[in-house]
């Protein structure tokens, strides 16, 4: 079994898939079953990690394979502006289902408990010291942030899917140049990475991971960006 440095270390200039199906679309299933494949098919294509989403199917795949897990789990609470890992109880679960790395919503929405991301970060580690983190972040402010408060890996993953960022529609790559320069904290480029030449430009900013999953894993956006180049649309 790696420790945490060996784990981290693992990752270094490779590739992180995401398999995740939710509720509602076309790849869930409540007993799972889909997403080890999609891990399978990644872990066979040279994936060095997966990210998966929900205590079901983190579970299967770490049985399955000796592969790093990033975990988190996606539920959304009344006045959470954030739903990715909000409440301990999620924390819970994804320690009980075996993450090895927990990502979680280290952006500045509101969270309706009436607690900052500082705060709750600050019972999580307490209650799980040796438990390596991942921030998912929208903005520099809040890479900074969770690098001082002490998350693990920072993850740009929320960049553009924030208020304050919506208005980043493409690959943020100046971010990810901004977060390895200014912290001292492993960086994860994630987030609206759909092609080769993206990633390889991704680490060309010094990144030490990234996590592709839409392009990849998710068939249902992947046929609509083609069939929304037909000429009839």
Known sequence: MKNNHELIQSLKNELIVSCQALPGEPLYKEEGGVMVLMAQAAIEAGAAGIRAQGVTDIKQIKDAFDIPVIGIIKREYPSFDS??????????????????????????????????????????????????????????????????????LIGTTMNGYTEETKEQTDVNFQLMKDLVEQTDRFIVAEGKLHYPEQLKKAFETGIHTAVVGGAITRPLDIAKRFIHALPNN
Do not use: C, H
């Not at 999620?90 to 075996?98: I, K, N, P, Y």
């Open 83 to 152: 739903y990715i890992t909000v409440t301990m109880k999620e924390v819970d679960e994804l320690v009980e289902a075996g993450s090895d790395i927990i990502a979680m919503d280290a952006t500045f929405a509101k969270r309706g408990d009436g607690k900052t991301i500082n705060g709750f970060f600050k019972e999580v580690k307490e209650k799980y010291p040796d438990q390596l983190f991942m921030a998912d972040i929208s903005t520099l402010e809040e890479g900074l942030n969770a690098a001082e408060i002490g998350f693990d």
